[in-house]
Nanobody, 123 residues
């Protein structure tokens, strides 16, 4: 059974940091592309970062490049999103997703989703 479980969201002031985690079932992890997406109220779900779990190759949305880092721990079937220099516009529900390769930054391309974790950044 495919299962993605996110954790690590919370509230932080602007300029602060948070780290999100997404633990994947072994089946999900073998699909080889995982990503982080976010959705703010009234907005479409947008891609934040993706990673090829086999090679570790990453990609980022322009709005987070240089501030966010996606990484993985293959031994734990877990990916992470380190978020630094957070800004109020980063406030959203953050979701972990998975799909077979190749990776896309488009939410509609992903087959499997976690339940989401809320990130709130205050000014």
């Amino acid at each position: 059974q495919v299962l993605l479980v996110e954790s690590g969201g919370g509230s932080v002031q602007a300029g602060g940091s948070l780290r999100l985690s997404c633990a994947a079932s072994e089946y999900t992890y073998s699909t080889s592309c995982m990503g982080w997406f976010r959705q703010a109220p009234g907005k479409e779900r947008e891609g934040v970062a993706t990673i090829y779990t086999g090679s570790g190759i990453t990609a980022y949305a322009g709005s987070v490049k240089g501030r966010f880092t996606i990484s993985q721990d293959n031994a734990k079937n877990t990916i992470y999103l380190q978020m630094d220099s957070l800004q109020p516009e980063d406030t959203a529900m953050y979701y972990c997703a998975a799909r077979p390769v190749p990776c896309y930054m488009t939410a509609g391309r992903y087959n499997y989703w976690g339940q989401g974790t809320q990130v709130t950044v205050s000014s």
